[in-house]
């Protein structure tokens, strides 16, 4: 059973009040004085409600897996009913000069709140693909959000809520990365987020009918 471990990020609304005041004034013939710049504030768009099931690179970059559907069920293989396996996963129109390739799978059911399960780097960007529960030469895994090593078998018992999206994300580097393996999960994942020039995703769920 995975612990429950959050990144949290507040929103505070500012401008509704001043807004209302500023109605009910209008009409009482004084000028209304120009707004300071910290009265003002930018409008944020509301976090999705689930991760998007595929996302292509700026420039065309694709990553997919023969093992299952975007947004669709996980095989058993890598669920907690299987073998303890990675799926496997294709690439390709990676950037030029690309000069590593890193994946991680996150817990994207909360947006605002992902959990880091599972990250390998070290990939051969020529290879094309990383075949299921392999683990090539020069590659590397490090631990995840629970200080765990390697591959989880993410299990839907572990979680809440009866469903889970779990989002794989490929990393172009534009050099090697200086990532130790068995690195803590959030050092690896800021190492990839900060020399990565392209990244694309694919969706996998853990449901009920999933093993």
């Not at 001043?18 to 009482?28: F, H, M, Q, Y």
């Not at 095989?75 to 000069?99: D, I, R």
């Not at 959030?186 to 996998?204: K, Y």
Request: aromatic share 8%.
């Amino acid at each position: 059973m995975f612990p429950v471990c959050l990144r949290r990020s507040v929103l505070v609304p500012v401008l509704g009040f001043v807004l209302v005041v500023a109605s009910g004034c209008a009409n009482d013939g004084k000028e209304l004085a120009a707004a300071k710049p910290w009265q003002t504030t930018t409008t944020r768009p509301l976090p999705p409600t689930s991760a998007p099931d595929q996302e292509v690179g700026i420039d065309g970059m694709t990553f997919t897996s023969p093992d299952f559907v975007a947004g669709g069920d996980a095989p058993v293989s890598a669920t907690c009913a299987g073998a303890n396996l990675h799926p496997g996963f294709e690439w390709a129109n990676l950037p030029e000069g690309t000069a590593e390739l890193g994946i991680t799978l996150s817990d994207q059911t909360d947006p605002e709140n992902p959990l880091l399960l599972w990250l390998m780097a070290g990939l051969n960007p020529a290879a094309g693909e990383l075949l299921q529960g392999d683990l090539p030469g020069g590659s590397f895994e490090t631990l995840n959000d629970y200080g765990q090593p390697g591959w989880g078998n993410p299990c839907l018992e572990s979680f809440q809520n009866g469903r889970r999206d779990l989002q794989f994300r490929l990393y172009a580097l534009d050099r090697p990365s200086e990532i130790a393996p068995g690195a803590p999960g959030n050092t690896a994942w800021d190492e990839l987020a900060a020399r990565s020039v392209d990244s694309a995703t694919v969706l996998m769920r853990i449901t009920s009918n999933s093993g």
